[in-house]
Every structure is written in structure tokens, then in C-alpha cells.
T-cell receptor, first 111, second 117 residues
Framework: DQQVKQNSPSLSVQEGRISILNCDYTNSMFDYFLWYKKYPAEGPTFLISISSIKDKNEDGRFTVFLNKSAKHLSLHIVPSQPGDSAVYFCAASGMNQKVTFGTGTKLQVIP | DAGVIQSPRHEVTEMGQEVTLRCKPISGHNSLFWYRQTMMRGLELLIYFNNNVPIDDSGMPEDRFSAKMPNASFSTLKIQPSEPRDSAVYFC???????????????FGSGTRLTVV
């Protein structure tokens, strides 16, 4: 039972354009949402997060949007750069700090 | 700080052999997590510890898997006997957790790529 779903396994975007990565969740007890970025042969690294009391959090080129009623979040990268090419994992946690990850979306930014 | 350190980076073993993966968390972190990454299921939580005590091992696939955390600076994940379907990348992560605090995410190690032939 996948509680966190990333339905797009891959995404290609031109350099300079916007990348939008989507994520859906099913567990209404999740109250904190995170995005991780993973390069080949490395562990995932924390990118950005959002609390369930907010609907938007911005950090430089990265913005995460949360729609609680739809149980949907998205990560926007503007402008996209070739160095952003990586696998992006959506994740969610509740009060017990247990973090549930999605299956990942591989982003390719084309120069 | 050197971050979360996992060893070995790569492990190739024959089916039926025992495999032990090792992890050294970040000093001062009180929670440790073992994850497995596969194409089909992404990152699956196998087990996590808080203050060296196993809190949730519901993700451990079967009795062939066991994990220990004898002290705050060391943990092992053991597979005995190993099977080809155990082939995956195994990640260890650590964090500092306090009740009521927001989750600011984990720090992951570089992973151990396990191949069982």
C-alpha cells in the first residue's frame, strides 16, 4: 500500500524552464512533507519541506505547494538547471517521525 | 562531522550466505533508520531506532532480516540467509528527534549496494 505516490517516473525539461514534480498521499495523519534529491551513487539529501499548516514554502529556485484537501503536493523548480538532474523523492511524516517516501521521479534538465 | 557512514559500499555475495551491513550515525543524533531502495517500491523503511531502542520494525520483510543498535554510534543490518531478491541499495539515515518538534528530515549515508547471486 503506497501511502505516498509519485505517478511520473521521469520528466524532461529544457534548461531555464519550470520543472513541476507532483506527489499524492493517502494518509490524512501526515502533517509534514519533504522533498529529497538523489544523485547516482549518493544518498538522498534533504531539499525542502512544508508543514501541513502552510500551503507554500519557498527556498530560492525551489517552491513546494501543498493542497491538503486534494492530498497533493508539488515541487516547482524555476529556472531549471542541468545540475538539477537527479531523482526527486517526495516524503511525508506524522507525529512519530517515521518518514514514508514515494518511488521517486527522475528529472532530466536538457541544456 | 563526516556524516552518516555506511560500509561496505558494495557487497556481492552468493545466495545463502550471511550479509552484514554497517552504519555509523552522526554524533548527537538519537534516531537511526534503515531503508531499502528498489525500482518498484522506491525507498522502503525497514526499521528505525530511537535512543538505541527499536521502535518500529514492521518494514522488515521477513525473519531473515535482523537489525541491532548496540550503542549510539553503531548499527548493523543482517540478512541470513541472503536471497537474490534481497539485491537492492540499503541506506542508513540518522536524525535528532524530540517530541513535539517538527521533522526536519534525515541525513542519509551513501548506501550499500547489495548483489546476491
Amino acid at each position: 500500500d503506497q501511502q505516498v505516490k509519485q505517478n511520473s517516473p521521469s520528466l524532461s525539461v529544457q534548461e531555464g524552464r519550470i520543472s513541476i514534480l507532483n506527489c499524492d498521499y493517502t494518509n490524512s495523519m501526515f502533517d509534514y512533507f519533504l522533498w529529497y534529491k538523489k544523485y547516482p551513487a549518493e544518498g538522498p539529501t534533504f531539499l525542502i519541506s512544508i508543514s501541513s499548516i502552510k500551503d507554500k514554502n519557498e527556498d530560492g529556485r525551489f517552491t513546494v505547494f501543498l493542497n491538503k484537501s486534494a492530498k497533493h503536493l508539488s515541487l516547482h523548480i524555476v529556472p531549471s538547471q542541468p545540475g538539477d538532474s537527479a531523482v526527486y523523492f517526495c516524503a511525508a511524516s506524522g507525529m512519530n517521525q517515521k518518514v514514508t517516501f514515494g518511488t521517486g521521479t527522475k528529472l532530466q534538465v536538457i541544456p | 562531522d563526516a556524516g552518516v557512514i555506511q560500509s561496505p559500499r558494495h557487497e556481492v555475495t552468493e545466495m545463502g550466505q550471511e550479509v552484514t551491513l554497517r552504519c555509523k550515525p552522526i554524533s548527537g543524533h538519537n534516531s537511526l533508520f534503515w531503508y531499502r531502495q528498489t525500482m518498484m517500491r522506491g525507498l522502503e523503511l525497514l526499521i528505525y531506532f530511537n535512543n538505541n531502542v527499536p521502535i518500529d520494525d514492521s518494514g522488515m520483510p521477513e525473519d531473515r532480516f535482523s537489525a541491532k543498535m548496540p550503542n549510539a554510534s553503531f548499527s548493523t543490518l543482517k540478512i541470513q540467509p541472503s536471497e537474490p531478491r534481497d539485491s537492492a541499495v540499503y541506506f542508513c539515515a540518522s536524525s535528532f528527534f524530540s517530541v513535539g518538534a517538527s521533522s526536519y528530515g534525515y541525513t542519509f549515508g551513501s548506501g550499500t549496494r547489495l548483489t546476491v547471486v
